[in-house]
C-alpha cells in the first residue's frame, strides 16, 4: 500500500536502517537529526526508544510537513542496565564484557509522522538475544574493527558482530535497528489515516 504523493524522509544516519528500508522497496531522503540521547529518570526501555523515535521523527518534520518522516531508535537491554552506543573503544570493550555468556533484550522504537496532517504513529518491537562465551581477544579484535562504536550495545548482528550471537528470538531487523514488519504495519496505519 503507498500513496504516491508522499514522500518519505529517514531521520537517521544509520546506514543499517537506510539499508533495510531501501531493501522494502521504498525511495526517501535521508535526514540525520542531532538531538539528546540520554535516559530520562525511571523510564522504561520501550518508554525510552519511543521518546527518541518520535523527537528524531518530530524534529525533521517539523521542517518537512507534507513529508513522511521516520525515526527510530535503538537500545541494548541487561537487567537493569540499558546500554545505547558506546562512547569510546574501552567502552566498548566494557559493553560486550558485561554482554558475553548472557542473554539481553534488544528493544527498537519507530515512529512515523506526516506533521502537516497531524498523524504520528509509533511503536516498538523487542528481540531477545543470547551471546556466546567472549575471550578477551574475540573482543579485542572485534572493538579494533571499529564496527562497535556506533552501534547501541556495541555490536552488529549483521555484520563482523554475527560470531558473539549464540542464538536469538525475535525479529532479526529489530537487532539491526529497523522492525520492517513493525514498519510495514505503521506505514499502513498512516496510509489509512490519510485516506479517510
Do not use: W
Request: glycine share 8%.
Amino acid at each position: 500500500m503507498t500513496v504516491s504523493n508522499l514522500k518519505m524522509i529517514l531521520a537517521s544516519g544509520s546506514p543499517r536502517r537506510r539499508e533495510l528500508l531501501s531493501g522494502l522497496g521504498y525511495d526517501f531522503a535521508v535526514i540525520a537529526p542531532d538531538i539528546d540521547e540520554l535516559l530520562n529518570d525511571g523510564e522504561k526501555p520501550e518508554e525510552h526508544v519511543m521518546r527518541l523515535a518520535l523527537a528524531k521523527a518530530m524534529l525533521v518534520a517539523q521542517d518537512h510537513p507534507d513529508e513522511l518522516v521516520i525515526g527510530a531508535d535503538t537500545i541494548v537491554v541487561l537487567g537493569e542496565r540499558i546500554l545505547g552506543k558506546p562512547s569510546s573503544p574501552q567502552e566498548a570493550i566494557s559493553m560486550l564484557n558485561f554482554l558475553s555468556g548472557k542473554a539481553h533484550t534488544v528493544y527498537t522504537g519507530l515512529a512515523l509522522a506526516v506533521f502537516g496532517d497531524d498523524i504520528i504513529k509509533s511503536d516498538f518491537d523487542k528481540t531477545r538475544v543470547v551471546f556466546n562465551q567472549l575471550n578477551n581477544t574475540d573482543i579485542a579484535n572485534y572493538v579494533a574493527s571499529g564496527e562497535p562504536l556506533d552501534k547501541a550495545g556495541a555490536y552488529g548482528i549483521q555484520g563482523m558482530g554475527s560470531f558473539l550471537v549464540k542464538q536469538f528470538d525475535g525479529e532479526f531487523d529489530t537487532v539491526i535497528g529497523f522492525p520492517s514488519k513493525l514498519f510495514l504495519k505503521l506505514y499502513e496505519e498512516v496510509v489509512s489515516c490519510r485516506n479517510r
